[in-house]
């Protein structure tokens, strides 16, 4: 892993690491100065409303992800000065990055952030530009609440990525290239080509991984089309959203959200506009001075669930909103389960059928 | 390499002051010569240290020397557009960004009639439609302008309102909620004169603006009177924050109501435009 590190910084000119980095609590995707302070020797429990740090090996994610770099929770856009002139106009070249031990899903969902925020959004552009790159950690146990493999998005990658690497137990890494640089890079580390017999072990790892994922979306489309003929059943989203407490974590830990506020700080002969994360299922969204567009919990938890599985795919030709990380699920503080709500949109349009 | 940021503002003089109706004035501001906009777009203004809010533009964009001038009709209603009434006078700078979003299609109107349905403010982002119609009048076929407010004092442009009547080929209709002695328009709803809309539904279209609850009324009437959903355009309101389609607040099921919008067809909005809350 060193030696990963050692030439991806020799080849591309000393960039910053950027990944989950351990802390005294739990892991932050932040700027890696060492091995050491990545979470190599760590493993994360996840379930509904739960998530602990444990000894082992295998850690997937947390609350952070690289979105907490590139759509960062406070972006400050703009300097002003009370008369009106940009003092700064709060875009900077972004860093030159490499992302090292990405999942899959947060892969996937940088994709997605892509289709909707890159030379679009100057914050985000400048960051995402200044990746130069990508190292993914495929999954080989993936974590309690995870469902990649029902949405295309893990546990392992196939493209986008320079080096991805399993763990096929603590102490064997498998890697394999994705791009020129990636192919370059294993060739200086002087890596032996892997036996059959490991790439067996890896090929059964993956297929016990997707076996493993007990959340599972059976028919994704079928799904689909269920979402887009309850979209107007009141009744069905009140149900489905009555234990929902519309506190918005859901929406801060999604990889994928990107919904911003903007707010001015004002200093002494300057201010500050900021965009800040505003979730989807906070009372806020969708208030305006003179009323509010969404103004009900359940018309803003239809729109986080429609939004991730019909508007994202129309948004981003034809991705998904929701990458399958699960964090929705485990950072949820009452444990809900948009899989099992899902299952229920499934059994309701059944029953109708 | 930097990208550009799309949220640099420009500095721009307020140049005169218009009392429209309580809590309601129209701004005219000073812009550089380069800023063109088309009817039916919106502007960012942002007040010093407050924050902004999206404007439609309430006059085509005029050329005078080296500036541009446009209009901006704003009702106090949170603590931007309250600051905008209280503090923003004649002289006073403030912040702009835009044009925004995709407005009226006028040029579908072309050859055809054209129905102007506004209630209250919603008038302000018609105003332009109706001054291009009248600059280029024989481009169009005829005009049917449909507006009303609560109460006679609620109506904007009080000042030029009538003159839209002068117009060749146009038919002028107003409505006030509530009578009033000196009212010789119709007392009732503006969507009680989608009934008397003169002009030929085949080959017409209809712009519409107004609370939320007014469109869809208007929506229906005009659905039933025959006109079809791809004829019909109204313009949305959101929570709007950054105009060009990433702070997502603004969306309507899969659109970004300021980037896609605000002027969509019925027929664009399908069920978004009927179910509360999408």
């Keep these: ?353 | 390499m930097k990208p550009e940021n799309p949220f640099l503002l420009e500095r721009s003089l307020v140049v005169g002051v218009v009392d429209e109706a309580p809590g309601v004035k129209t701004y005219t501001l000073r812009l550089s010569s380069s800023y063109s906009a088309e009817p039916g777009q919106f502007n960012m203004i942002y007040i010093y240290g407050l924050g902004e809010v999206p404007l439609s533009i309430s006059s085509p964009p005029l050329k005078r020397g080296s500036f541009t001038y446009v209009e901006h009709t704003a009702r106090a209603v949170g603590a931007v557009t309250g600051a905008i009434l209280s503090r923003v006078s004649t002289g006073s700078l403030v912040g702009l960004r835009g044009p925004y979003g995709r407005g009226w299609p006028l040029r579908e109107a072309e050859g055809r009639d054209l129905v102007v349905l506004a209630g209250g403010i919603g008038l302000a982002p018609l105003r332009p439609v109706i001054k291009c119609v009248e600059s280029s009048r024989d481009a169009f076929g005829r005009l049917n302008i449909l507006y009303g407010a609560r109460s006679p004092e609620y109506l904007l442009y009080k000042y030029e309102l009538e003159e839209y009547a002068r117009i060749p080929n146009t038919k002028l209709l107003l409505s006030s909620d509530t009578a009033s002695p000196s009212w010789s328009y119709h007392v009732g709803f503006v969507t009680d004169l989608i009934e008397y809309i003169d002009v030929d539904v085949g080959d017409s279209v209809v712009f519409v603006c107004g609370p939320e609850a007014m469109m869809r009324t208007s929506v229906k009437k005009l659905l039933n009177r025959g006109f079809r959903s791809d004829q019909i355009y109204v313009s949305l309101e959101r929570r709007m924050r950054c105009g060009v389609g990433v702070c997502g607040t603004c969306q309507l099921g899969h659109y970004f109501v300021c980037r896609d919008g605000p002027v969509f067809s019925i027929s664009e909005l399908g069920e978004y435009f009927w179910i509360e809350g999408i």
């Excluded at chain 1, 080989?140 to 998005?153: D, I, L, Q």
């Design chain 1, 1 to 353: 892993m060193k030696k990963l590190m050692l030439e991806f910084k020799k080849l591309l000119g000393d960039p910053v690491f950027l990944g989950y980095k351990r802390g005294s609590t739990i892991p932050v995707f932040d700027e890696i100065r060492s091995i050491s302070e990545l979470p190599l020797e760590i493993s994360d429990v996840q379930k509904p409303g739960k998530y602990e740090i444990v000894e082992g090996f295998r850690f997937r994610h947390s609350h952070s992800s690289p979105k907490w770099y590139l759509l960062p929770p406070e972006q400050v856009i703009l300097t002003i000065s009370p008369s009106y002139d940009a003092i700064d106009s709060g875009v900077s070249e972004g860093r030159r990055a490499v992302l090292f031990g990405v999942k899959p899903c947060d892969l996937k969902a940088i994709a997605v952030l892509d289709k909707i925020l890159l030379d679009k959004h100057p914050v985000y552009t400048a960051k995402r530009r200044g990746i130069v790159g990508v190292v993914v950690e495929e999954c080989m146990e993936p974590g309690g609440t995870c469902f990649c493999a029902s949405v295309n998005s893990g546990p392992i990658v196939e493209s986008g990525f320079d080096v991805a690497y399993a763990r096929l137990d603590k102490e064997t890494l498998l890697l394999k290239p994705g791009s020129d640089i990636g192919r370059q890079v294993l060739k200086s580390m002087g890596l032996e080509r892997a036996s059959s017999e490991y790439t067996e072990l890896y090929k059964q790892m993956v297929g016990r991984a997707i076996d493993s994922m007990k959340r599972k979306l059976p028919d994704l489309e079928r799904a689909q089309r269920a979402l887009r003929g309850l979209a107007s059943s009141q009744e069905f989203w009140e149900e489905i959203s009555k234990k929902c407490i519309g506190c918005g974590n859901c929406n801060y830990v999604c990889p994928t959200c990107f919904c911003t506020e903007f707010i001015d700080r004002v200093g002494e002969n300057h201010a500050e506009r900021v965009a800040t994360w505003i979730g989807c299922l906070t009372y806020t969204y969708g208030l305006v001075a003179g009323g509010h567009f969404r103004k009900q919990l359940y018309m803003r938890y239809r729109h986080y669930t429609l939004h991730k599985f019909l508007y994202y795919p129309l948004q981003t030709g034809g991705l998904l909103g929701c990458v399958g990380c699960g964090r929705c699920i485990t950072w949820c503080p009452i444990g809900l389960d948009l899989i099992e709500n899902l299952s229920r949109v499934l059994k309701v349009k059944n029953v109708e059928a």
